[in-house]
């Protein structure tokens, strides 16, 4: 009875060993070899548990699906699918794999945008960096239903994408795009910035309006605030603001770069030779070292400016008409002289 017993002992013993050494490999050995340096896992949001796995097998080199699945289903992943962007950089174990699956650690992605002119440019620059493809981010922009509540209209929307970089999860949609971007607008438009728009009788959206302009105005960085000072001189006195970057807007034509006599005729609210005041909204995403431009406006008497004839990008100053008129020529004799006539 003794020899037996020690029998089943040691066969029990075998046993446990050989199922400690499955549950080794199974646990802490890589079953899952990355095909490149990294591949990145994206799992959309209504993704099943079947299209997981036919990912995971497409991207990955998995030495044993019937494996990997018995792990998922052990631990319960088929009713735990999370969508995501899954970063991974080295190889795995079946475990490790679906443990970081299953809790949806995922690795966020960087959006930046800048130099937006319209809402479909915003929209194609921000579509497919996240989820949301850029049909989507448009629809949700075009109905000012999705944001009349939040105080803004479809011609000033464009003023809460403030350019940057923002970091997103990348399963975000479109109205989650929107509801983190006007989170930023608000922590960006702090006491201290909305003290100093204040105290230039303008509230945000007139700072970002002026800004939008400036932006597309003036390529030196250094004369943003004394361009914004002509502005604010412009509005205090009712001059209409002439701004030839919003002619540009309401031609829908940024390849324009001389404004002609013909152009100001045409009619538009964006039309600032036409209308005194500002326009019903920004004409682009405007920078924060436009908006700072125009917190930081300096205060001066003139009223006009025109670009310098010598093309450094820099621009003259006037507190006359007349003076205005001359500095104007001699720009428009050097556009004639290098044949440049739109």
């Given at each position: ?179 983190r971007m006007l989170k930023e607008y608000k922590k960006f438009w702090n006491k201290d910035r909305l003290a100093r728009a204040k105290e230039k009788n303008l509230d945000p959206l007139e700072v970002s309006i002026l800004a939008s302009i400036i932006d ?103 507190r006359t008409l007349s003076e205005h008129n001359r500095y104007a020529a001699d720009y428009q004799r050097e556009l004639n002289r290098r044949r440049i006539?739109?």
């Amino acid at each position: 009875m003794k020899k037996p017993f020690k029998y089943i002992l040691v066969a029990a013993g075998i046993l446990a060993l050989i199922l400690i050494f499955f549950s080794y490999k199974i646990l802490f050995e890589p079953g899952i070899k990355v095909n490149q340096e990294k591949t990145t896992i994206y799992i959309p949001s209504e993704a099943t548990y079947g299209q997981v796995i036919d990912s995971l097998e497409a991207n990955l080199n998995v030495r044993n699906l019937k494996l990997l699945k018995w792990v998922a289903e052990k631990k319960k992943y088929p009713l735990l699918v999370k969508p995501g962007r899954y970063f991974i950089d080295k190889d795995l174990s079946y475990n490790a794999l679906i443990d970081l699956l299953r809790s949806g650690r995922q690795s966020p992605v960087n959006v930046t945008f800048n130099n937006i002119r319209t809402l479909n440019d915003l929209a194609g620059r921000v579509g497919g960096k996240i989820e949301a493809d850029s049909a989507e981010i448009i629809n949700f922009l075009s109905d000012p239903d999705n944001y009349a509540k939040d105080g803004f209209t479809k011609d000033n929307i464009i003023a809460v994408f403030i350019p940057n970089t923002y970091e997103f999860f990348w399963n975000t949609s479109a109205s989650e795009f929107y509801d983190r971007m006007l989170k930023e607008y608000k922590k960006f438009w702090n006491k201290d910035r909305l003290a100093r728009a204040k105290e230039k009788n303008l509230d945000p959206l007139e700072v970002s309006i002026l800004a939008s302009i400036i932006d597309d105005e003036v390529t030196k960085a250094d004369e943003k605030p004394k361009i914004a000072g002509v502005y604010l001189n412009r509005l205090k006195r009712g001059i209409p603001l002439q701004a030839c970057p919003t002619i540009k807007f309401a031609l829908n034509d940024f390849t324009i770069t001389r404004v002609l006599t013909k152009h100001l005729s045409f009619e538009s609210p964006y039309n600032t030779y036409k209308y005194r005041g500002f326009p019903p909204g920004p004409i682009g995403c405007p920078s924060i070292e436009g908006i700072e431009a125009v917190l930081d406006a300096e205060d001066h008497d003139y009223l006009y400016f025109a670009a310098k004839a010598d093309f450094s990008g820099y621009h003259n100053f006037s507190r006359t008409l007349s003076e205005h008129n001359r500095y104007a020529a001699d720009y428009q004799r050097e556009l004639n002289r290098r044949r440049i006539y739109r």
